[in-house]
């Protein structure tokens, strides 16, 4: 896979990042059951646990806008990797520890952590690629890393659903907590093949020194946050919503800045770039839903039963919970549910509100039902089936040079990922508006749509910003990039705590849909722009 048409750097990084992605999807997949599970959780509601889910992710990738500028001006980035990774494996280590002082300590860690780890990982895969011989393998070398994310991110929830159900789910944190630390290990490993592309670039003169950044930045980013405080209601949808939104101002006029300081030859590239940066919002919006939304449907409107042939299986390898069936569990709401204080339903007391009277077990008695975390690997899996055949379909179009550029690549990942919203749709009047069942399939065939616009758009919108940016600034604008995800984070935290509120869930669905699709008309109505300027400068 790596192979001579590659830099020997791709397999360290590919393998590093690929058990850094193992303990932190192992940690957000099964983050907000543990948040709504009233036995060993924390007992929340779905809309208090999306808002809290929704500001962490946001957070977790709002946070590489200082680690990349730091690594760029300062650490160097294979300092930035090493700080970042500890300081998530402690993070999701401290997570084990049930206590909402523990948990907000360990989420800390985590936002802290990724911000130095995940811009400076993916500038020094894009730098170990620079010069002739990789240049035009750049975009096949970040979907091949891009694969190697999504490895972890399979494997892990297997390990987490054993874990869970042997031990507990503090002994799930715990293994995401030794996953990154073995990437850590792994990265140590093949710094002789990395170290010549960690090098500190020199600053322009009209760039910023890191004390104005921060002081006319990031301690305006901190007043405006707390702005929202004062406010007598929320103006979006929750206070932690409005202050993350505020807060976002000072750096969103630090990037126009950097835009129009910066020397006329970067100008245009850089447009380009913080273009493409807003559009992409949108899919983050809806993809990242993957942890809240659509852990929902498959925990309560899925069919997760144990078929019987298998159930010894799943049984033996620990892939399966046994959910007790008690009258008082079929419920209509979480505010009821909360009042059954420590029966063993396991925080699922949803799960036979819509089975047919004639499909439930008889009182008392359990039924085996695959871990709804379990569903988390449906993304991964279809990311490492896909990115061969993707990765193959680009070098042919490539050998007969009609590969289309990046930003086409990307505007087509908006409008195929808008279509797998449309199949939740199905899903949506298959199961009589969530009244029966629905059956897995629909939820994996979303998900294979869904994949691959993703392959479409995130693998390739790294290798943009590592073609475009100026030396100077990669990392900072791969901290762009990850700005631009952590608000479409927090707005799929958004949308999905207002999941509750569609009575027909078929619109909730259809709203996705409308954003996404609108959002790729707008990239498409840039192409022509767009194109030149990566022509011209990538």
């Keep these: 896979m790596f192979g001579k048409d590659h830099p020997r750097a791709l397999s360290f990084l590919f393998f590093t990042e690929m058990w850094e992605r193992f303990g932190y999807y192992l940690m957000i997949g099964i983050f907000t059951l543990y948040l709504k599970d009233v036995d060993a959780g924390f007992g929340l509601t779905e809309n208090e646990a999306s808002d809290l889910y929704g500001t962490f992710i946001a957070l977790v990738f709002l946070t590489p806008f200082i680690g990349g500028l730091l690594a760029d001006r300062l650490i160097g980035y294979r300092k930035a990797i090493f700080l970042g990774g500890i300081m998530m494996g402690v993070g999701y280590c401290v997570m084990a520890l049930h206590s909402l002082s523990a948990l907000y300590l360990a989420m800390f860690l985590v936002i802290l952590g990724n911000g130095f780890f995940k811009p400076n990982i993916s500038t020094l895969l894009g730098n170990v690629y620079n010069g002739d011989e990789f240049k035009e393998k750049k975009d096949a070398g970040y979907n091949i890393f891009y694969m190697g994310i999504n490895i972890g991110a399979f494997v892990c929830n297997f390990f987490g659903a054993v874990l869970f159900n042997i031990y507990g789910w503090y002994a799930a944190f715990l293994a995401a907590g030794v996953g990154m630390f073995i990437g850590i290990f792994i ?86 770039m913080l273009a493409i940066f807003a559009v992409v919002i949108a899919f983050w919006a809806v993809f990242k839903q993957n942890g809240s939304t659509l852990n929902t449907w498959a925990n309560n409107y899925t069919n997760r039963e144990v078929p019987a042939l298998i159930e010894p299986t799943a049984n033996a390898l620990r892939l399966a919970e046994k959910i007790q069936f008690v009258k008082d569990s079929v419920i209509p709401t979480d505010a009821q549910f909360r009042k059954l ?45 896909f990115t061969p055949l993707v990765v193959a379909f680009f070098t042919f179009l490539r050998s007969r040079k009609k590969e289309p550029s990046t930003p086409t690549k990307i505007a087509f990942g908006l409008l195929i990922s808008a279509l797998s919203c449309l199949v939740m749709v199905g899903a949506v009047y298959a199961s009589n508006n969530g009244a029966e069942k629905s059956s897995a399939w629909w939820f994996i065939a979303s998900y294979a749509v869904i994949t691959i616009g993703e392959l479409f758009l995130s693998p390739m919108g790294l290798s943009l910003v590592s073609k475009l940016s100026p030396p100077r600034l990669t990392a900072l604008m791969m901290g762009g990039w990850f700005l631009a995800t952590s608000i479409g984070n927090k707005l799929s935290g958004v949308l999905s705590s207002l999941w509750d509120s569609y009575d027909n869930k078929v619109d909730f669905f259809y709203v996705n849909a409308l954003l996404l699709g609108a959002s790729a008309l707008l990239l498409f109505s840039l192409l022509k722009w767009l194109n030149k300027i990566f022509k011209n400068y990538a």
């Design 187 to 272: 990265f140590w490993w093949g710094t002789s093949h990395y170290r010549h592309a960690d090098v500190i670039k020199p600053v322009a003169p009209t760039d910023m020194s890191l004390t104005r950044i921060f002081s006319l930045v990031l301690l305006p980013a901190l007043i405006f946050g707390l702005i929202p405080l004062t406010f007598n209601e929320p103006l979006v949808s929750s206070k932690t919503t409005d202050c993350f939104l505020f807060g976002c101002i000072p750096v969103l006029f630090f990037y126009g800045r950097l835009w129009y300081k910066s020397p006329a030859e970067e100008r245009q590239p850089i447009a380009a």
């Design 341 to 385: 204080g420590n029966q063993k339903v396991i925080g699922y007391p949803d799960y036979f509100k819509n089975l047919p009277a004639s499909k439930l077990p008889d009182e008392g008695t359990s039924i085996a039902a695959f871990n709804t975390n379990l569903f988390q690997s449906v993304n991964p899996f279809w990311v490492i089936i």
